[in-house]
Nanobody, 117 residues
Framework: QVQLVESGGGSVQAGGSLRLSCVAS????????MGWYRQAPGKSRELVAA???????SFEDTVKGRFTISRDTAKNTVYLQMNSLKPEDTAVYYC???????????WGQGTQVTVSS
């Protein structure tokens, strides 16, 4: 199974930026889609942004215009650029590879993002 490792989280003030990276141990194009999810304390995990194998991109409404998802297939890496961060963006951010050729999904271990007001 492909391993996913996130990095780039940290603590920033409101209005700041962070770039998260998700490095896969195998080819990310083997997944039907790569996505970034987040889970805040006491809340369910939610999809933040996703990019399909074919390059279709989608965002959760509250991050549109602030977050960008991109990928480097040569490096098997997916990025989440987060700008104009708000305290409500505070969460653990997870990378997910969906629907590999075996049908399995892969999750990273998560990276903490904390935004202070």
């Amino acid at each position: 199974q492909v391993q996913l490792v996130e990095s780039g989280g940290g603590s920033v003030q409101a209005g700041g930026s962070l770039r998260l990276s998700c490095v896969a141990s195998g080819s990310i194009v083997n997944f039907a889609a790569m996505g970034w999810y987040r889970q805040a304390p006491g809340k369910s995990r939610e999809l933040v942004a996703a990019i399909s194998r074919g390059g279709y991109i989608s965002f959760e409404d509250t991050v549109k215009g602030r977050f960008t998802i991109s990928r480097d297939t040569a490096k098997n890496t997916v990025y989440l650029q987060m700008n104009s961060l708000k305290p409500e963006d505070t969460a653990v951010y997870y990378c997910k590879g969906s629907n590999s050729p075996t049908g399995a999904d892969s999750w990273g271990q998560g990276t903490q993002v904390t935004v202070s007001s």
